[in-house]
């Protein structure tokens, strides 16, 4: 009785089109909502990029972005970020390890400095850090005299800057999966005779790579587009040490609206590629882990 009743009442549902309701209320709305609200401050800007670039044409459009000149900012650019984000990978975990495992005086604020580059200005950074590092600066002068290094003013300097910026995303992905990790789980591993190397790479690494995958991809996303605290540091020498940003900014300057949205278009189309391969990584870390489980 109750299986025909039930089959009536989902050919009911059929018939007049019905859905059951879920089990959170307005969840139609509220994806609506949030759809709507991307499209306008994400996807339809980013959209804009590719169509003023049809003003072009395909010839003009890979006159621009196959320029020598702007050919090598892209290298600079993302080769840039991924060196600071990889430097901020390794020491940004120990700046987290040390702030979650051990007791100091002034960790409390150790800990609030690292997000000083949050509510820093940019423009700010750009100049303390170039002065710091400048040849008459208090690190620039002692690196080029002792070891011929130079910071301001080359790749070194734009390296030295997103690192800066890029710590705090690494380091505030980390921390909170640190503070959920037992230390049993060390003192299992140290029980049975495994290594501190061995237990660091079986034990540690494992539950806290998603994190610190994360925070790499946010560093580096960081590090593509930043302008303000590179600008400075950077000397913007063509061909050395001049940013894609700073190209972009040139060519509107120079009314080539086009021109400028054709470069934004493949940082644009770079980074995304960048990020979808980072994304899958992590899912794929992530199914390995729950396979192994």
């Known amino acids: 009785m109750s299986l025909a009743f039930s089959s009536k009442v989902l050919s009911g549902r059929r018939a007049t089109g019905r859905r059951r309701p879920g089990v959170l209320p307005g969840f139609g709305l509220g994806t609506g909502y949030a ?38 900012s892209y290298k600079l650019s993302f080769g840039a970020a991924l060196a600071a984000a990889g430097v901020n990978a390794v020491f940004g975990l120990i700046v987290a390890w040390v702030l979650v495992r051990y007791t100091f005086p002034g960790r409390k604020l150790v800990d609030a400095l690292i997000d000083l580059p ?30 011929g290094l130079k910071v301001a003013f ?19 992905s980390v921390q909170p999966v640190l503070e959920d990790l037992e230390q049993e789980f060390e003192e299992a591993a140290a029980s049975l005779g495994a290594t501190r190397w061995a237990t660091v790479r079986r ?23 930043e302008y303000g605290s590179v600008v400075f540091i950077a000397g913007n020498m063509p061909m050395i040490s001049e940013i ?30 960048l990020l979808l391969i980072i994304n899958a990584l992590q899912a794929w870390q992530g199914h390995d882990k729950r396979r192994s489980a």
């Open 203 to 225: 034990v540690i690494l494992p539950a806290i790579f998603p994190s610190l995958l994360t925070g790499f991809a946010l560093a580096f996303a960081r590090g593509v587009g």
């Open 35 to 72: 759809v709507f609200y991307l499209s306008l401050l994400v996807l339809i800007p980013l959209t804009t990029l590719p169509l003023k670039t049809l003003e072009l044409g395909w010839g003009g459009f890979w006159s621009v972005v196959l320029d020598p000149r702007v050919v090598a």
């Open 154 to 172: 080359t790749p070194l300097g734009i390296v030295v800057a997103l690192i800066f910026i890029g710590t705090p995303f690494v380091v505030r």
């Open 118 to 147: 949050f509510a820093l200005p940019t423009a700010v950074a750009g100049i303390a850090l170039t002065a710091l590092y400048a040849r008459n600066g208090w690190l620039g002068g002692p690196l080029e005299t002792l070891f």
């Open 244 to 273: 894609t940003p700073l190209l972009i900014l040139s060519r509107l300057e120079q009314y080539d609206y086009a021109g400028a949205a054709a470069i934004a278009t493949v940082m644009l189309g770079l980074s995304f590629v």
